[in-house]
């Protein structure tokens, strides 16, 4: 059995936020979408919030300062989202 490996770490170039879908563009080409419903604060963020992220650690991540939520690329292909809490 063989396991795969990284050769070299996923890193974005371009975030896209809509009511429903988060999309990541990674330098590779691949995009990665995951459900708004995983991040409550960026759920719960309004359009300009969610138009203010920049891009941390050269690409290994994202932050948003208004609403102090950050989102790793490889926490995203691992499937990690945020767990529900009262907003």
Same mark, same amino acid.
């Given at each position: 059995?063989?396991?795969?490996?990284?050769?070299?770490?996923?890193?974005?170039?371009?975030?896209?936020?809509?009511?429903?879908?988060?999309?990541?563009?990674?330098?590779?080409?691949?995009?990665?979408?995951?459900?708004?419903e995983w991040f409550p604060r960026l759920?719960?963020?309004?359009?300009?919030?969610?138009?203010?992220?920049?891009?941390?650690?050269? +690409?290994? +991540?994202? &932050?948003?300062?208004?609403?102090?939520?950050?989102?790793?690329?490889? +926490?995203?292909?691992?499937? &990690?989202?945020?767990?529900?809490?009262?907003?």
């Open positions: 059995m063989s396991t795969l490996t990284l050769e070299t770490e996923p890193l974005a170039v371009d975030i896209a936020v809509d009511d429903v879908t988060l999309r990541v563009s990674l330098e590779d080409g691949r995009e990665l979408a995951v459900p708004i759920r719960n963020a309004t359009p300009e919030q969610r138009a203010n992220w920049r891009l941390i650690g050269v +690409g290994e +991540g994202v &932050h948003w300062p208004e609403i102090d939520e950050d989102i790793s690329v490889l +926490g995203l292909l691992a499937g &990690h989202r945020r767990r529900s809490r009262a907003a």
